[in-house]
């Protein structure tokens, strides 16, 4: 099961705990598509670049 690393923009639930907005995980593939779409969070990866480019 692949797996991809998520930087939460909103409070998830997920295996029965709470994780908060601002914390970066790392789900499997499909859990964090579902989370991107609704807005719950963003890739890793865009979000390191949207910040470097932010401070350019």
Do not use: C, F
């Not at 939460?8 to 499997?28: A, C, F, M």
Request: glycine share 10%.
């Amino acid at each position: 099961m692949a797996k991809k690393k998520i930087l939460l923009t909103r409070t998830v639930v997920y295996g029965g705990k709470h994780y908060p907005p601002d914390s970066d995980h790392e789900w499997p593939e499909e859990i964090v598509d579902e989370l991107i779409e609704k807005n719950a969070g963003e890739p890793v990866l865009d979000v390191v670049g949207g910040k470097e480019q932010g401070h350019a």
